[in-house]
């Protein structure tokens, strides 16, 4: 399985609306919330065995399902 | 002694009539502008001739509330604010409940409330001039009232879910919110030289705190931007920059910067003083990381449903917590009694020491009651048969520790506490049933996940029930997760079957 797909398959397992989320700030639309912001977190960095610094917890990176693949990719190539 | 809230705004603006006194991301108020303002409002209110009256507040989250509801108190009359996100079915019902005959609010948003049915006046908050000749109208206007300004008159109504699908109003007299603003002063020493941090919405009660012991006290009162709720490093950034001593949240805001370490990337040891946390429960795993990283702030609990004006009981933590260990809710506030009870055969008796019961609630603190609701008001707020008055039936189960503190245990009916928000689930179901083609549902909460899931007997998509609900009700009420079955289990009884399908989701 692709960095991507493990990705995908934790977004899924916290909140299926994810992946069909089209719009750009999906905190500020109310489909992610703070609690499953943190889950998201903890469980990409059990998946990938890897801290993700807090600094990195802002909207920008959890507007929608590609900008949290594209800061974990960030994260992984560090 | 104090017998109006706004003799402190009075007093404030006085004593410190340059101090910085609210501040949103568009504007900022000096103490003397605050009231100013106020007075103006009190001004075109009582040129309306409007006295005892509920008057809506309908802004978005700014200084204008705070101004308001200081300007609806100078007139005389009571508030109740709306949230501007909130569907027009809700805003309508609530209408009804209040009949309201004046409104606050600005011209964008006048359109709004056409279609959620009002019709009564508007005032809009760009027109209102401060008034200059204040003390004339604050004279006027006191004499004018003559005995409607004392303390046992209403200073606000706010809405709560109530199970049967209509939201209950829940009216707070000046008396209660006097004495509840004078203790917290009296423990926690508020003085102008603090800010208070201000996460609560202002149609939550815990904002009262913030509001009112900012306003006693010459504090200033940061309204922080929700989109910083969400992102811990920004947010105790915003602490830092403004230099916040006291922060009043509920612990979903307060898990939040704890559970991502947000303290290693922000010191705020320099500045907070206080945090204090009410509306659910505060996980003690979370409490403990904030008093690692922050080990002289003072922190304390806070217990109390809207009916009791904010809150009732409150501990101060005083000693480390195992992360399955419950924190105390501790004693009661000055002027209040509580009691733990068990009802057998309709007769109320106090439980027998360290047994859980039923927490009541008796003295200032009480409400008078739901707002045009002598019903449901009835049911509990029942004779006090430990001492005068009445008391209040919370519907919390709790129990007294080996410490002599009071313990939360859980509710004993169907009502939740979701991200700070006080939910009927018998609301959700309520408004599921009004959906075409659903024939039962049933809302459960998925305590572990933070998630409200519903399971609805239709032929229709979970997509549809979720659109048709976003009508209905709250954002934060709409379930996280729809369920959709053929058929919801059934029990013995011929009721649904919720023990089974709380296993499914647990």
Same mark, same amino acid.
């Given at each position: 399985?692709?960095?991507?797909?493990?990705? /995908?398959?934790?977004?899924?397992? @916290?909140?299926?609306?994810?992946?069909?989320?089209?719009? %750009? #700030?999906?905190?500020?639309?109310? =489909?992610?919330?703070?609690?499953?912001?943190?889950?998201?977190?903890?469980? /990409?960095?059990?998946?990938?065995? @890897?801290?993700?610094?807090?600094?990195?917890?802002?909207? %920008? #990176?959890?507007?929608?399902?590609? =900008?949290?693949?594209?800061?974990?990719?960030?994260?992984?190539?560090? | 002694?104090?017998?109006?809230?706004?003799?402190?705004?009075?007093?404030?603006?006085?004593?410190?009539?340059?101090?910085?006194?609210?501040?949103?991301?568009?504007?900022?108020?000096?103490?003397?502008?605050?009231?100013?303002?106020?007075?103006?409002?009190?001004?075109?209110?009582?040129?309306?001739?409007?006295?005892?009256?509920?008057?809506?507040?309908?802004?978005?989250?700014?200084?204008?509330?705070?101004?308001?509801?200081?300007?609806?108190?100078?007139?005389?009359?009571?508030?109740?604010?709306?949230?501007?996100?909130?569907?027009?079915?809700?805003?309508?019902?609530?209408?009804?409940?209040?009949?309201?005959?004046?409104?606050?609010?600005?011209?964008?948003?006048?359109?709004?409330?056409?279609?959620?049915?009002?019709?009564?006046?508007?005032?809009?908050?760009?027109?209102?001039?401060?008034?200059?000749?204040?003390?004339?109208?604050?004279?006027?206007?006191?004499?004018?009232?003559?005995?409607?300004?004392?303390?046992?008159?209403?200073?606000?109504?706010?809405?709560?879910?109530?199970?049967?699908?209509?939201?209950?109003?829940?009216?707070?007299?000046?008396?209660?919110?006097?004495?509840?603003?004078?203790?917290?002063?009296?423990?926690?020493?508020?003085?102008?030289?603090?800010?208070?941090?201000?996460?609560?919405?202002?149609?939550?009660?815990?904002?009262?705190?913030?509001?009112?012991?900012?306003?006693?006290?010459?504090?200033?009162?940061?309204?922080?931007?929700?989109?910083?709720?969400?992102?811990?490093?920004?947010?105790?950034?915003?602490?830092?920059?403004?230099?916040?001593?006291?922060?009043?949240?509920?612990?979903?805001?307060?898990?939040?910067?704890?559970?991502?370490?947000?303290?290693?990337?922000?010191?705020?040891?320099?500045?907070?003083?206080?945090?204090?946390?009410?509306?659910?429960?505060?996980?003690?795993?979370?409490?403990?990381?904030?008093?690692?990283?922050?080990?002289?702030?003072?922190?304390?609990?806070?217990?109390?449903?809207?009916?009791?004006?904010?809150?009732?009981?409150?501990?101060?933590?005083?000693?480390?917590?195992?992360?399955?260990?419950?924190?105390?809710?501790?004693?009661?506030?000055?002027?209040?009694?509580?009691?733990?009870?068990?009802?057998?055969?309709?007769?109320?008796?106090?439980?027998?020491?360290?047994?859980?019961?039923?927490?009541?609630?008796?003295?200032?603190?009480?409400?008078?009651?739901?707002?045009?609701?002598?019903?449901?008001?009835?049911?509990?707020?029942?004779?006090?048969?430990?001492?005068?008055?009445?008391?209040?039936?919370?519907?919390?189960?709790?129990?007294?520790?080996?410490?002599?503190?009071?313990?939360?245990?859980?509710?004993?009916?169907?009502?939740?506490?979701?991200?700070?928000?006080?939910?009927?689930?018998?609301?959700?179901?309520?408004?599921?049933?009004?959906?075409?083609?659903?024939?039962?549902?049933?809302?459960?909460?998925?305590?572990?996940?933070?998630?409200?899931?519903?399971?609805?007997?239709?032929?229709?998509?979970?997509?549809?029930?979720?659109?048709?609900?976003?009508?209905?009700?709250?954002?934060?009420?709409?379930?996280?997760?729809?369920?959709?079955?053929?058929?919801?289990?059934?029990?013995?009884?011929?009721?649904?079957?919720?023990?089974?399908?709380?296993?499914?989701?647990?």
């Amino acid at each position: 399985m692709s960095a991507e797909e493990r990705i /995908l398959k934790v977004l899924e397992g @916290i909140n299926e609306k994810i992946l069909t989320y089209s719009g %750009e #700030n999906m905190m500020e639309d109310g =489909t992610l919330d703070s609690f499953e912001l943190i889950e998201i977190v903890s469980q /990409l960095e059990e998946e990938f065995d @890897i801290e993700i610094d807090a600094e990195y917890a802002v909207i %920008e #990176n959890f507007a929608n399902k590609e =900008t949290i693949i594209s800061l974990m990719k960030k994260l992984l190539k560090e | 002694m104090t017998i109006n809230i706004t003799e402190w705004l009075d007093k404030t603006a006085a004593r410190f009539p340059e101090g910085l006194a609210l501040h949103d991301e568009q504007e900022e108020l000096t103490y003397l502008d605050y009231r100013k303002k106020a007075l103006g409002i009190a001004r075109s209110i009582i040129e309306k001739n409007i006295r005892h009256e509920p008057v809506i507040v309908y802004l978005e989250k700014g200084v204008n509330i705070p101004v308001s509801f200081f300007g609806i108190a100078y007139s005389g009359n009571f508030y109740s604010p709306v949230d501007t996100v909130l569907p027009k079915a809700r805003v309508s019902v609530m209408l009804s409940v209040l009949q309201p005959k004046l409104a606050i609010t600005r011209h964008g948003l006048s359109k709004s409330l056409d279609d959620a049915g009002y019709k009564g006046e508007r005032l809009f908050i760009e027109d209102i001039c401060p008034a200059e000749d204040d003390e004339a109208v604050v004279t006027s206007a006191r004499s004018d009232r003559g005995e409607i300004s004392g303390a046992e008159d209403l200073l606000y109504v706010l809405f709560t879910s109530g199970s049967t699908g209509i939201p209950k109003g829940v009216s707070i007299t000046h008396r209660s919110v006097i004495n509840y603003i004078e203790w917290a002063d009296s423990v926690f020493s508020f003085t102008e030289h603090d800010s208070f941090g201000n996460q609560a919405p202002f149609y939550f009660d815990n904002s009262i705190l913030d509001i009112y012991c900012a306003a006693k006290s010459g504090a200033a009162l940061y309204i922080i931007p929700k989109h910083l709720f969400a992102q811990p490093v920004p947010l105790l950034s915003y602490l830092k920059e403004h230099r916040i001593t006291t922060i009043f949240w509920v612990p979903s805001a307060l898990i939040v910067p704890a559970k991502l370490h947000a303290f290693r990337n922000v010191d705020l040891t320099s500045c907070l003083k206080r945090v204090l946390f009410c509306g659910e429960v505060m996980p003690a795993r979370h409490l403990s990381r904030w008093r690692a990283a922050l080990p002289d702030v003072c922190y304390a609990n806070l217990y109390g449903p809207t009916e009791i004006t904010d809150a009732c009981a409150y501990y101060i933590v005083d000693r480390g917590f195992a992360d399955n260990e419950p924190v105390p809710i501790g004693k009661p506030i000055r002027g209040v009694e509580m009691y733990l009870i068990a009802e057998e055969d309709g007769k109320i008796r106090r439980v027998s020491e360290g047994d859980s019961g039923e927490i009541c609630v008796a003295g200032v603190c009480l409400s008078p009651g739901y707002y045009h609701n002598p019903e449901k008001t009835r049911e509990v707020f029942v004779p006090n048969p430990f001492g005068p008055g009445l008391m209040y039936k919370t519907g919390d189960i709790g129990r007294y520790n080996v410490h002599g503190e009071l313990e939360y245990i859980s509710r004993k009916d169907f009502q939740i506490k979701h991200l700070g928000h006080r939910i009927e689930l018998g609301e959700i179901e309520t408004a599921a049933d009004s959906v075409a083609g659903v024939s039962r549902s049933c809302a459960l909460y998925d305590s572990v996940r933070h998630k409200i899931v519903l399971f609805a007997e239709t032929s229709n998509t979970s997509s549809f029930i979720e659109e048709s609900l976003a009508l209905l009700l709250p954002d934060y009420m709409i379930p996280n997760k729809i369920i959709i079955m053929d058929e919801v289990p059934i029990n013995c009884n011929g009721k649904i079957d919720r023990t089974l399908l709380q296993e499914y989701i647990t």
